[in-house]
């Protein structure tokens, strides 16, 4: 099961994220890519909230609603959110490069793509 710090670790890793801490959420640190918010933790809960959408939102719920759930504020644009109790980390690192993917600019994602094809992983 990931912790806050492993999926910080996930969310920083990524090429251009980072974490902007917003103080009139609480203090809730949130994730970025060029100051679009791709994720964010989960105001003291053990979730995490990511961007995905509507059809990844909706096929996860269905497949382990105990896991996923649409997040209540931004839920209706396929946010959602993720219990990191009951998450495997494999699953998780492949829904943060995803919401990840959906924020960045595209010659951003296609760079990154191409050094992971090259073999220079940066993860």
Avoid: H
């Avoid at 989960?42 to 096929?59: D, F, H, M, S």
């Avoid at 494999?90 to 990840?100: G, I």
């Avoid at 050094?115 to 220079?120: H, M, N």
């Amino acid at each position: 099961m990931p912790t806050e710090q492993d999926v910080r670790a996930m969310f920083l890793a990524l090429p251009e994220a980072e974490e902007v801490v917003i103080e009139n959420w609480g203090d809730q640190p949130t994730f970025r890519v060029r100051k679009k918010m791709f994720g964010m933790m989960g105001y003291g809960a053990p979730t995490v909230c990511l961007k995905a959408t509507r059809e990844t939102q909706a096929a996860l719920v269905e497949e382990a609603p105990e896991v996923f759930s649409p997040q209540p504020f931004f839920g209706r644009f396929g946010w959602i959110d993720v219990v990191l109790d009951l998450v495997a980390a494999d699953e998780l690192e492949e829904l943060v490069e995803e919401a990840w993917r959906l924020t960045a600019p595209k010659r951003v994602v296609k760079a990154y793509d191409a050094r992971q094809e090259a073999g220079q992983d940066q993860r």
